[in-house]
């Protein structure tokens, strides 16, 4: 069994502890190997769309290290959480510094945070859909636990989904876009579940009411445990960490869009309607996330035993390399445009 090859997924964790505890330049340790060694790795590195066979599939499926490996994130995040708070607090920390601890936090948050809260959110067991958004918690984000279930699976490569890149759409407007429309259509999709079974607006069922109200206590608890320094940058933090993954929705649909049929309704999701790599190192720190096709054909399936799907766009390098393509727009459309389907540039027109 491979399930070993997934503690690589803690060295940006280990980068975060790193650079919690030495400071100075090493500040960035993390920000810098994840968006700067990784990368390098990615490019020198073979890619691997090899599959496993069904027998080691079910085996992989059944074998509960793969949950464990996911787990323990968890207590990671809030040990690397209640650090940081103490450093931001007690620690006389430079702006240079503090801004290189946010963000090396922020990296955290946003791969070993809420990518696995993603995995996690998706599975049919309720103590697993709750260290979900204990691990949305930090980024300020748990309203991702509805909105992507109800709604980005729902609506993925449409124009009526907040975290579907559009053609031609900069990551800097897309963040914009994606963040302000995903938290209103939370708001919408948990009114439309209350109205469905009889619950009213301000129902104890209301869980956005409750997202709501956890966040603040945990800002609020920071702010009068340390000061408002410390909420203040464990906020910034948790602003990085949800960047992060808008970042990654960004290059997981960019230009995608499905087809309507004659009746006016979308086309099923589709392999084709999500970019796929192949690099490694990449998929292994993500759990399996750049295998995204298969992710949607079945969003219940384990991340361990994602497929590489022949018909899926495969982008030129990893997913921790096209992020940081994506933030230079020019070198971002020259990359991705002339690969995205002439059919879907003319849906992209056409609406």
């Known amino acids: 069994m491979t399930s070993f090859k997934y503690l690589a997924a803690y060295t940006i964790p280990m980068a975060t502890a790193l650079a919690l505890y030495l400071k100075g330049t090493f500040s960035f340790a993390a920000l810098i190997y994840a968006f700067g060694i990784i990368p390098l790795l990615e490019i020198v590195l073979k890619e691997d769309a090899i599959n496993d066979t069904k027998e080691v599939v079910a085996l992989k499926k059944a074998n509960k290290i793969y949950d464990f490996l996911l787990y323990i994130n968890l207590p990671i995040i809030y040990v690397l959480v209640v650090w940081a708070a103490i450093e931001f607090y007690h620690g006389a920390l430079s702006p240079f510094e503090a801004c290189g601890l946010v963000l090396s936090l922020g990296v955290a948050l946003g791969t070993n945070g809420i990518n696995v809260a993603h995995e996690l959110g998706h599975r049919k067991n309720n103590l697993e859909k709750t260290l979900a958004k204990a691990l949305l918690l930090p980024s300020f984000y748990m309203h991702f636990f509805i909105e992507h279930n109800w709604g980005h699976h729902t609506y993925a490569a449409t124009k009526e989904d907040p975290a579907t890149a559009q053609y031609q759409q ?59 320094n410390t909420a203040l940058l464990m906020l910034a933090a948790g602003v990085v960490g949800f960047i992060l993954l808008e970042t990654v929705n960004y290059i997981e649909h960019y230009g995608l869009l499905r087809a309507k049929n004659a009746q006016g309704r979308y086309e099923a999701v589709r392999a084709i309607h999500s970019w796929n790599s192949n690099h490694i190192i990449g998929r292994i720190v993500l759990y399996e996330l750049t295998r995204h096709s298969d992710h949607h054909y079945m969003a219940s399936k384990k991340y361990q035993t994602l497929m590489c799907r022949e018909e899926a766009p495969q982008m030129p390098f990893g997913y921790p390399t096209s992020m940081v393509i994506s933030l230079f727009p020019p070198l971002w459309f020259k990359l991705m445009n002339p690969r995205v389907p002439e059919a879907m540039k003319a849906l992209a027109k056409a609406r």
């Open 170 to 228: 900069s990551v800097y407007g897309f963040w914009i876009s994606s963040v302000s429309r995903q938290y209103a259509n939370a708001w919408k999709i948990q009114g439309k579940r209350n109205r469905e079974n009889g619950w009213g607006f301000w129902s104890i069922y209301n869980d956005m009411m409750w997202y709501t109200v956890i966040q603040l206590v945990y800002l609020i608890t920071i702010l009068f445990v340390f000061n408002i």
